[in-house]
């Protein structure tokens, strides 16, 4: 069936430096991916949609600026974290639609030292 | 804006018992998702419900829909320790736009002996 996968899937940087998280449909086009992130014991919360060939629609209080969106592709989203600190360390994870089902990736957790 | 309440937040069960998780949200969706979360793992997919009286079954878990009350419930069967995880339930936010879900806070079941 179709999969959404995400790399990589655990990623330790340091304060300051930047980190791209990848998100692939493998089997099937996505014109728009949803980027999640979700803190240690709390429930996911939608940073922004992705949008192939156009900007991302970001979420009220996500800095856009910061988490740097690119969809360039119809099988591929990235999410950047520009100058990472350590309150951006969570779990990332993904999801596309096929148009009939919604597939997640298996996440990709940043750690920032 | 769309908000989705779960309760119990915490439930802690003895195995073969039963018992139900509620899930409420604000606004008029017209699909409703159930996940299940292990720790330090994505999302796993275990019902989506469309339409209103819908119910779906898979091993012991039992969902269901009512959107005229917008109220969906996660019925759990003589549980068993393998159960034991964080389930969530999402609603579809976005319209038309598969994917852009609100989530419920989480319920963290545990089945102990």
């Known amino acids: 069936g179709a999969v959404v996968s995400q790399h990589p899937s655990w990623v330790i940087c340091k304060s300051g430096t930047s980190v791209k998280i990848e998100c692939r449909s493998l089997d099937f086009q996505a014109t728009t991916m949803f980027w999640y992130r979700q803190f240690p014991k709390q429930s996911l919360m939608l940073m922004a949609t992705s949008n192939e060939g156009s900007k991302a629609t970001y979420e009220q209080g996500v800095e856009k600026d910061k988490f740097l969106i690119n969809h360039a592709s119809l099988t591929l989203s990235t999410l950047t974290v520009t100058s990472a600190h350590p309150e951006d360390s969570s779990f990332y994870i993904c999801?596309?639609?096929?148009?009939?089902?919604?597939?997640f990736g298996e996440g990709s957790r940043l750690t920032v030292l | 804006e769309l908000k989705v309440e779960q309760n119990p937040l915490f439930l802690s069960m003895q195995e073969g018992k039963n018992y139900t998780i509620y899930c409420n949200y604000s606004?008029?969706?017209?699909?409703l998702y159930w996940y299940r979360q292990d720790p330090g793992k994505s999302l796993e997919s275990l019902f989506v419900?469309?339409?209103?009286?819908a119910v779906k079954q898979e091993g012991r878990l039992m969902a269901s829909l009512d959107t005229k009350a917008r109220l969906s419930t996660l019925h759990i069967t003589a549980a068993v320790h393998d159960l034991s995880a964080t389930y969530f339930c999402?609603?579809?936010?976005?319209?038309?736009?598969?994917?852009?879900?609100?989530f419920g806070q989480g319920t963290i079941l545990t089945v102990h002996p």
């Open positions: 999402a609603v579809n936010a976005g319209g038309t736009s598969y994917g852009k879900l609100t």
């Open positions: 419900l469309l339409s209103n009286g």
């Open positions: 999801s596309a639609s096929d148009g009939q089902k919604l597939f």
């Open positions: 606004t008029t969706s017209d699909r």
